[in-house]
Every structure is written in C-alpha cells, then in structure tokens.
C-alpha cells in the first residue's frame, strides 16, 4: 500500500497522518480545548522528523525506522510487538476487572480491546495457516510401500 | 550452535559490513550470526555457504543440541 512512498519516508508518513488526524479530531470536537490539535501536529511533526533522523543510523533501530530491515530485524520488532500486544491484553484485563469489581460504567473499552485481541489472534492463526493440515503422506507412502513388498 | 562465519570471513578478509552487503542483511545481523546470538533462517543460511563456497553443514555445526529448536 505504500510501496509508492520511499522507505524512508515510509513510518514518518504514518506519524504524521496520525498526527493530522488526531489533530483533526480535537478540532471538530471544538470547545475552549482546541489548541489541543495544535500541540498534536507539533508532536507529531517531532516524532516524525526524529524517526526520519533515525532512518539513517546504522543501528537496528534505525533499520525499523527507515522500513529497510532484515530478517533478524524484522523478528526483532514481531517479538517486541508481541510483547507490547501482550502487555495491552494484561492490561485491559486488569482493568476490566477493576471496572467490574468496582460497578463502573467504563468497562467496554477494555472488553472491546479483549475482544479485538482474540479476533486478531484467532485471525492471525487463520491466516498464517496453522489450519492448513493435509494428508501425512508418509502414511499412505509407507502403506504402498508395504502392499508392493507383500 | 557454532558457526564458521568469522573464521571464513577472516580468512577473505572481508570487514563485517562488506559481507552484510554481500549477503543483503545489516551489519548488526552478521555480527549476530557470528557470535551465535542468532540463527539465521534456512534461506539465509544457504546464501552464507554459497558465499564461501561451502556447505551449509560445514559452515554451521549444531554442537549444542538444546540449541536447535
């Protein structure tokens, strides 16, 4: 999707889009809080020049932040993110429960978040292929191998 | 698992950063492989052996059983 954009400027884009939009956000929200948007794009457009800054170190980090990983690199960031994933579960695990235990009217966010995780989980082993199990050749191999010795 | 890496690229006298750029990986990758903190995927082990032309058996050596997982 965007392999238009040059590596680089690849995860910059993605801040600053995000920025943008959370910006936008707090200024259709309106009210006396709409400065808010503007520290929103000056926090964006920081994180954005800083992971373009980044980009061009020859570190692993740097490697994730220009989009020009390899193998051990991109492992490196699916264990981190699993990591942080399992992190946010606990969490909204916790919090559910102390929303529950407390008889508050903010438990959904969490549920939703609980949900979300499973469906993405349950999604990932669909896509992957832990369901794609065919017939153990060996079996039916070793089975003709016998009938043509017999 | 031990590996050959270091002592054939030496032995070339390759830097670490020549090789990463042979093989199309980053130079933290190489010094990875080399001290044995990473396994490289089977692919990538293949493209190491051709490097210096060995075999991938000769170039990795799984003396340490518990290792290969």
């Known amino acids: ?150 | 698992m031990k590996n050959r890496v270091r002592e054939q690229r030496t032995q070339q006298g390759l830097s670490q950063a020549e090789l990463a750029a042979a093989l199309g990986v980053s130079r933290q990758t190489v010094i990875s492989i080399e001290s044995g903190r990473y396994l490289p995927s089977l692919p990538l082990a293949f493209a190491i052996a051709r490097f210096f032309d060995l075999t991938v058996d000769k170039m990795f050596d799984p003396e340490d059983e518990e290792a290969v997982r």
């Open chain 1, 1 to 150: 999707m965007m392999t238009f954009i040059p590596p680089r400027l690849r995860k910059p884009t993605g801040v600053a889009v995000a920025g943008a939009l959370f910006a936008a956000a707090w200024l259709v929200r309106g009210g006396p809080l709409w400065w808010v948007s503007i520290l929103a794009v000056i926090a964006a457009a920081v994180r954005a020049i800083s992971l373009y800054r980044a980009g061009g170190k020859d570190t692993d980090e740097g490697a994730l932040a220009g989009s020009r990983a390899d193998e051990r690199q991109q492992l490196l960031s699916l264990r981190s993110r699993a990591l942080a994933c399992n992190l946010a579960v606990a969490a909204a695990f916790i919090g559910l429960t102390a929303a529950i235990a407390v008889n508050a009217a903010w438990w959904w966010p969490f549920a939703v978040i609980l949900a979300v995780a499973g469906f993405g989980y349950l999604l990932g082993l669909s896509t992957y292929g832990v369901a794609e199990e065919g017939a153990a050749d060996d079996a039916s191999a070793g089975h003709e191998a016998r009938s043509a010795a017999s």
